[in-house]
């Protein structure tokens, strides 16, 4: 009987056991009660025609040498022995460096890769980066919360201090009495977990706290957004809106007197200056429930009582990472902590306020008290950075001034971009705007174990190991074990990781003991793992050797005592314990803010007017949200992802009425169109859709053609059609969750879905 191996990955821990034809028998782990079925996804994954076989290059690379070119992602690829394809890189790498220095590469890299600590290819083209060319320009953020990661420092000092370190799902199962819920708690996000979860609690701890009396209340355009163990009451609201609603719950607040004001004066600073505005004092214009009913489509009354409710209960109040990835996305945020504030709750047990909860695995968990195993990446020599999500922004305009988080910067002129582990074809919007920048660069590099749409844009493509192919250890900052990674197959055709891949190139360089300190892979794990072995026996806790642990499989780590970490300890004593903020306290206005001058994000919570908004071509709101098949793009070849889709596209959600004046059935195949591009999707009709709404998720692989001189993903990628513009000058996020679009039946011929198989190698190179 052939054996099985124990894994992980960011959607759950597991174990694998190969079958006969080929396939593989997931098991999930046992001390799961709600697993993942993402894992599924792994399947039939590892010998899937998507997968890179061979070095790859461009063809115009290959004959016309490095350059700017309108041949990305059109170009035929030859395939390359592995000795020659890192000869030239190397040999650019260096040409790059010497003519332009380390500030014209962008280390590209955004994406989850792979749960292995040391495996993971972020880490592994940062450090080879900074180890053999001095650095890279980098990205701040994340597409998911850049806005909350600029904005939430200002308020609260720390983002971990509200995101992670904060209120538990096991302080909700016990003391919560009301969870205001603005964007969900979807449990299709929570299943995911950076470095990887052994324990999906969310949706049991919902229906824990539901059956003891605790009340859910959904504030979203998509029911869908909360499971239904929560019992939550759903509140649709238009798309974009929530500062509105937020802004009215705390008018009530205040002119009923029900505002702890108690909390608000020893907590807080700013609360005069946002008072002015809410009041309507400053403006003319009170921020009542009658303001904002018309705007968000929810009853005065509703408001009011909603209000009222959260005032006479424990209450928390979460916001999704949907929320800011829209434009003014900071404003939301801002407002709901300014409403938890006003309720007093903040730093008691399951009340107050908690970004991203239930977004992502690893929140609402006590940390590790352990350090993990992390692999050192070096010291980066550049200084210039950008935000992740303005990507095309830089590639457009090299040398162009702009702002950030009251920062004035430069776009740098990016020469070679290096990507490993990522796909920005998922990631960014407005994707045939991004395949004409990408074509300023001289040379474009991708790592990938398949050949994403990233890969087909790329002038130098390398096959890169799946984590199933080689040894590792996958740890989260908030999970309970630490999962021996085990090798199960050998590499697919002439793959090979990224470690090995950077070491031979760095070699080639001259630089090769910079990048590996003279360790072979296997040196590294046990290098890495022994920190944390130490930091286990220090405490006296079992403290296995790497070899034992990959016999046992797992181990179990201590937690830190959950008990409200910083902001219980800012509660009991503000002065002994102060945010890190410039008051000490919770910024209701920031002069910080306030001195930035910046219209789109003032210095207090304000409603703000969209740039888009939905107009005769475009009447419909777009909800670009995360998709419940797979990890963002990662495996949507895989056999769930597949299973998701209907005759191979991604499926777009009407609501009834929107359908019905379109002439629009299910299984129809729609267009989905804006001013930026247009894509394919197969249509789907319910009523958990809010009327004016059309909820089509990320992560479809992008398959543009050309259909009568339009580009059309014929696969159903929204970021075909999706807005590519910041949140505002202070976060400039992402806003892909929020466009405007027109959906209408597809009436032309079908084209067929053709990018879940790897390009041919057209010959070897000469």
């Known amino acids: 009987m052939t054996e099985s191996l124990t894994h992980s990955s960011h959607w759950g821990a597991f174990s694998v056991t190969p079958e006969a034809d080929g396939r593989l028998e997931i098991t999930p782990h046992k001390g799961d009660p709600d697993p993942s079925p993402i894992l599924q996804n792994l399947t039939d994954a590892l010998r899937h025609p998507a997968r890179v076989a061979r070095p790859m290059v461009r063809r115009g690379w290959l004959t016309d040498g490095p350059g700017p070119t309108t041949r990305r992602g059109h170009d035929e ?17 260096k040409r790059v460096e010497s003519e332009f220095g380390a500030e014209a590469v962008f280390g590209g890299s955004y994406g989850w890769s792979s749960a292995g600590r040391f495996h993971h290819a972020q880490s592994q083209v940062h450090r080879f980066l900074n180890k053999t060319i001095g650095g890279y320009v980098k990205s701040v953020g994340t597409y998911s919360s850049a806005a909350a990661h600029a904005m939430l420092p200002h308020i609260f000092g720390s983002v971990m201090d509200v995101a992670r370190h904060n209120v538990t799902w096991d302080q909700i199962v016990e003391h919560t009495e009301l969870v205001l819920a603005f964007g969900g708690l979807a449990v299709k996000n929570s299943a995911i977990a950076q470095g990887g979860i052994s324990q999906h609690i ?89 303001w904002a009913a018309p705007i968000t489509g929810i009853p005065a009354d509703t408001i009011a009582q909603l209000a009222r409710d959260a005032a006479r209960a424990r209450t928390l109040v979460t916001n999704s990472h949907s929320l800011q990835r829209s434009e003014h996305g900071e404003q939301p945020l801002w407002a709901s902590a300014v409403l938890a504030a006003m309720l007093g709750d903040i730093g008691l047990p399951g009340g107050g306020y908690h970004y991203s909860l239930g977004s ?191 016999e046992a499989g797992d181990l179990a780590i201590p937690m830190v005592p959950d008990d409200g970490a910083l902001m219980a300890r800012f509660r009991e004593d503000p002065k002994a314990n102060p945010l890190a903020t410039p008051s000490g306290k919770i910024e209701i206005y920031s002069e910080t803010v306030a001195a930035m001058g910046y219209d789109d994000c003032p210095g207090h919570p304000t409603w703000l007017e969209r740039f888009e908004v939905p107009r005769g071509d475009a009447p419909l709101w777009l909800i670009a949200n995360q998709p419940a098949t797979r990890l963002h793009s990662q495996l949507d070849y895989g056999a769930h992802s597949r299973a998701g889709k209907r005759d191979g596209r991604e499926v777009a959600r009407l609501h009834p009425e929107d359908a019905a004046v379109r002439g629009i059935s299910v299984d129809d195949v729609v267009v989905v169109t804006s001013p930026r591009g247009a894509c394919l999707a197969t249509a789907d009709i319910s009523e958990d859709v809010l009327k004016g709404c059309v909820n089509l998720a990320t992560g479809a692989w992008y398959d543009p053609v050309d259909i009568g001189g339009q580009i059309v993903c014929v696969h159903g990628n929204p970021n075909a059609v999706t807005l590519d513009r910041g949140t505002s000058r202070l976060g400039q996020g992402c806003t892909g969750q929020l466009s405007c679009v027109e959906v209408a039946r597809w009436t032309g011929q079908v084209p067929s879905v053709r990018v879940h198989r790897a390009p041919d190698a057209v010959s070897d190179v000469a």
């Open 77 to 93: 690829f030859v395939a390359v022995p592995w000795d020659d394809v890192i000869d030239r890189l190397a040999a650019e790498l």
């Open 202 to 290: 969310e949706r049991l701890s919902m229906g824990a706290a539901a059956q003891r009396g605790a009340r859910f209340v959904l504030i979203s355009p998509l029911r869908s957004d909360m499971p239904p163990d929560a019992n939550a009451e759903w509140l649709p609201i238009q798309p974009g809106t929530d500062t509105a609603l937020l802004l009215a719950m705390m008018y009530v607040l205040d002119s009923e007197g029900l505002a702890d004001m108690d909390f608000v004066d020893r907590y807080t600073v700013g609360f005069d200056t946002f008072a002015a505005y809410m009041r309507g004092t400053s403006d003319g214009q009170p921020k009542d429930p009658h």
């Open 360 to 550: 992502l695995g690893h929140t609402g968990r006590a940390p590790a008290a352990v350090p993990l195993p992390t692999l050192p990446q070096g010291d980066n020599g550049v200084a210039n950075y950008i935000p992740v999500a303005r990507i095309t922004d830089m590639l457009e305009n090299p040398g162009v001034e702009y702002d950030y988080n009251g920062n004035r910067l430069t776009y740098p002129d990016i020469k070679l971009m290096y990507w490993a582990g990522g796909n920005p074809f998922h990631h960014h919007q407005d994707l045939e705007r991004l395949a004409r920048a990408l074509g300023k660069l001289d040379t474009f590099v991708v790592h990938d174990f398949a050949f994403t749409s990233a890969a087909r844009h790329a002038d130098i493509v390398l096959p890169a190991t799946m984590s199933l192919e080689r040894e590792d250890l996958g740890a989260g900052g908030t999970d309970s074990l630490i999962v021996a990674m085990r090798k199960l197959a050998e590499p697919y055709g002439e793959a090979r990781d990224d470690y090995s891949i950077f070491a031979g190139i760095a070699e080639r360089m001259g630089r090769g003991e910079n990048f590996t300190e003279g360790r072979t892979a296997e040196q590294w794990l046990e290098h890495l793992y022994e920190r944390t072995r130490e930091a286990l026996i220090a405490r006296g806790d079992p403290a296995p050797t790497l070899a034992e642990l990959r």
